[in-house]
């Protein structure tokens, strides 16, 4: 056994917050939740809370305080990312964060270069590791799309989670 398969989880208990105002608004239909859950099942993981919110600052807080208190270890937030002024997910997580884990956005912007080309440099994806009331989560804020859902899943969170929440709730 590899050291870093020592320290895991499994199965890591995922919340899912959707940040959209057309779905919250019920002007278009949610696709990503039950992708999102599938991909989480398929590997072995829980989903134990899971909401929509529009962009909005306060009622973000308001779910990912929920996700934790609920005993989410990972938060998964799509939506959010981009330059446009309604884009705040990112700048809701810097806000709260006491630490910031550059590597998957790094890691993120460089696979969707890849595929897509110079576009990657737009995306704001980051992770974050957040302490509310006494419990610690790890928060990946993702694009909306489906593509950068899938890539972001299947190529950076799910391969290393059961380690990642395993480190970061070690003793």
Known sequence: MHEHETHTVK???????????????????????????GKILEKGHKVIYKTIVPNNESLLMKALKKACRKGCHTVL???????SPRDISVDTLE????????GFGELFR?????????????????????????????VFVMPGSIDAVQLALDQVILPEISHAVGELLRK
């Not at 806000?95 to 550059?102: E, F, G, L, S, T």
């Open 11 to 37: 199965p890591v208990l995922f919340g899912i917050i959707i940040t959209s105002d057309k779905v919250f608004e019920g002007k278009r239909i949610d696709t990503l939740t039950s992708l999102i859950e």
């Open 95 to 102: 806000k709260v964060a006491y630490r910031r884990i550059p």
């Open 77 to 83: 937030i799509t939506g959010g990312t981009g330059l």
């Open 110 to 138: 460089y696979l969707t270069f890849l595929k897509h080309g110079s576009l990657a440099w737009l995306s704001r994806a980051s992770a974050y590791v957040v302490s509310i009331n006494n419990k610690t989560c790890l």
